[in-house]
């Protein structure tokens, strides 16, 4: 009796090992559908129709205004960044959507996709804290795009952990940078509509792999918050809607828009 009980408890280890190997190996590509954004593209029937009518349009770009005198809304120039794809004739000025002000303080958000990167370089759970894509924009935009000047310039940020609303996934803990992506939180409190979302890529960034579907002029982008899980990163699509579920941390296809916190000296 002692031995059969001996037995029972041993296939129960062995029966939870394997459920966690499965966990492990099936979860990632339990959502493959979503696993880059023209996949994900293709499932959405609203983008279908609208891809097959080719009707949107380029968003109006707002005034340019100096840091000075910038408040959200406007347009501000700040550093510079290949944008043409034609290196020969050096880096363009960067564009920013001020979004908010706080005494000479400015909350900038790249006005188009500057670049094509991965969330992460593999496909597993992973929070923001702890993915590639942050020291990419911290140590390789932060030094491409400005001069030791203009860094100084720039704050460093508490970057919060906010949670996906939609699903709860955890967001890992807060962090302290200069270099950030927004929130779902964030791109919710800062844009009233899916027009106002709605993201064009530089020559630049497509020429990296940003995904543009047919009839369209405007890119998905990461949001720095979870998916539905937590091999998965929220974004923005293509018609400036929240894609809540995410797409692969690993996706090639989706725009990079930085956010940074400026001083304006005034």
Same mark, same amino acid.
């Given at each position: 009796?002692?031995?059969?009980?001996?037995?029972?408890?041993?296939?129960?280890?062995?029966?939870?090992?394997?459920?966690?190997?499965?966990?492990?190996?099936?979860?990632?590509?339990?959502?493959?559908?979503?696993?880059?954004?023209?996949?994900?593209?293709?499932?959405?029937?609203?983008?279908?129709?609208?891809?097959?009518?080719?009707?949107?349009?380029? #968003?109006?770009?707002?005034?340019?205004?100096?840091?000075?005198?910038?408040?959200?809304?406007?347009?501000?120039?700040?550093?510079?960044?290949?944008?043409?794809?034609?290196?020969?004739?050096?880096?363009?000025?960067?564009?920013?959507?001020?979004?908010?002000?706080?005494?000479?303080?400015?909350?900038?958000?790249?006005?188009?996709?500057?670049?094509?990167?991965?969330?992460?370089?593999?496909?597993?759970?992973?929070?923001?804290?702890?993915?590639?894509?942050? #020291?990419?924009?911290?140590?390789?935009?932060?030094?491409?795009?400005?001069?030791?000047?203009?860094?100084?310039?720039?704050?460093?940020?508490?970057? =919060?952990?906010?949670?996906?609303?939609?699903?709860? =996934?955890?967001?890992?803990?807060? $962090?302290?940078?200069?270099?950030?992506?927004?929130?779902?939180?964030?791109?919710?409190?800062?844009?009233?509509?899916?027009?106002?979302?709605?993201?064009?890529?530089?020559?630049?960034?497509?020429?990296?792999? $940003?995904? $543009?579907?047919?009839?369209?002029?405007?890119?998905?982008?990461?949001?720095?918050?979870?998916?539905?899980?937590?091999?998965?990163?929220?974004?923005?699509?293509?018609?400036?809607?929240?894609?809540?579920?995410?797409?692969?941390?690993?996706?090639?296809?989706?725009?990079?828009? #930085?956010?940074?916190?400026?001083? =304006?000296?005034?």
């Amino acid at each position: 009796m002692k031995t059969i009980k001996i037995l029972n408890w041993i296939l129960g280890v062995l029966g939870a090992f394997i459920v966690i190997a499965l966990v492990i190996v099936i979860l990632p590509w339990k959502n493959h559908e979503t696993d880059n954004a023209a996949n994900a593209d293709a499932g959405k029937a609203e983008a279908t129709a609208m891809s097959e009518a080719a009707v949107q349009t380029a #968003p109006a770009v707002p005034e340019t205004a100096s840091l000075q005198n910038a408040v959200p809304g406007d347009c501000v120039i700040f550093g510079r960044y290949e944008q043409d794809n034609d290196e020969a004739n050096g880096k363009e000025e960067i564009k920013w959507l001020v979004l908010e002000r706080r005494d000479d303080q400015l909350l900038l958000l790249s006005l188009y996709g500057l670049d094509c990167q991965a969330y992460h370089d593999k496909t597993r759970f992973v929070y923001w804290s702890n993915c590639v894509l942050r #020291p990419w924009l911290n140590e390789t935009f932060l030094q491409t795009a400005f001069t030791e000047e203009e860094q100084e310039a720039i704050l460093e940020t508490t970057v =919060t952990a906010d949670p996906n609303p939609m699903f709860n =996934t955890p967001a890992g803990s807060a $962090v302290e940078e200069k270099v950030f992506l927004l929130s779902l939180a964030e791109a919710d409190r800062y844009f009233a509509s899916n027009a106002e979302r709605l993201c064009l890529p530089t020559e630049y960034a497509r020429a990296q792999g $940003v995904y $543009v579907k047919s009839g369209f002029v405007a890119c998905w982008w990461w949001l720095r918050s979870p998916g539905r899980y937590g091999d998965h990163a929220a974004c923005v699509g293509n018609l400036g809607d929240f894609y809540y579920v995410g797409l692969g941390v690993k996706a090639g296809d989706v725009a990079i828009r #930085p956010a940074i916190w400026i001083k =304006t000296g005034t």
